[in-house]
């Protein structure tokens, strides 16, 4: 891979755009925007590589969100999760050579949306107490989910967003959670990814380059969150999971 970003000014807005809202979104909100490093990359790159240039810069954020978001994660909701999380990365690894990334995108694009429906438009949704998550069947399944969708193309937010959001935790430790849990997941994707081909020197040095921006965004979105309430973090976090729904049906059509 040439280091996209001095290619031309319309690949260096593109990538820095994209970099941008990864950091926002592992500063505090939850991998909502996350999901769109790929789609927005595969417009000047092949999808893996999109995948690979993206993980180095994930790694940086993860240090950084975890000493921002340091004791604050609920630990129920982690164990919940994280354990059939890394199963679901070992089954990606394994599908890797057989799964389609637009088939994958459908599915959870698909999913999240009727999640919405469910919670929003028929007014399901309910307020748990900070202390309570419930259902662990629950969140061992779309924890495997979120490990599988991490694995392919770093859409593990809307599974994990499914599990999480009903139990309407506080903002702090909602993002607190999901910070551990996704930086957890992003290390572990590390050996696969070189096993796989797919993340080399040339692709890490390419993506280093991005670094500041990835870090002033990621205290950026810290900030932002630390300063809301559940009233307004969990209207805004249904309205961007039901954009990106759509945006990963309809790129999965094309």
Known sequence: MNTP??????????????????GLSKGGFGGVFGILGVPILTLIMPPLEAVAFLLPIY?????????TWRGQWHKGLVWNILPMAILGICVGWITASIVSDKIVSFLVGSIAL???????????????????VVKSWSGHFWGLIAGFTSFIAHAGGPPFQIYAMPLRLDPKVFTSSS???FSVLNFVKIGPYVALGRLNLSITWSALTMIPIAICATLLGALIVKKMNTEIFYPIMYGFLTLISLRLIVASLL
Do not use: E, H, P
């Open 5 to 22: 970003i001095f290619a031309d000014l319309t690949s260096t807005a593109i990538i820095v755009s994209a970099v941008f809202l990864v």
């Open 59 to 67: 790694l940086v954020m993860d240090i950084i969100s975890l000493w």
């Open 114 to 132: 009727l999640f919405v429906f469910q919670r929003v438009v028929l007014k399901q949704d309910k307020s748990f107490k900070t202390s309570v």
């Open 179 to 181: 910070v551990l849990i």
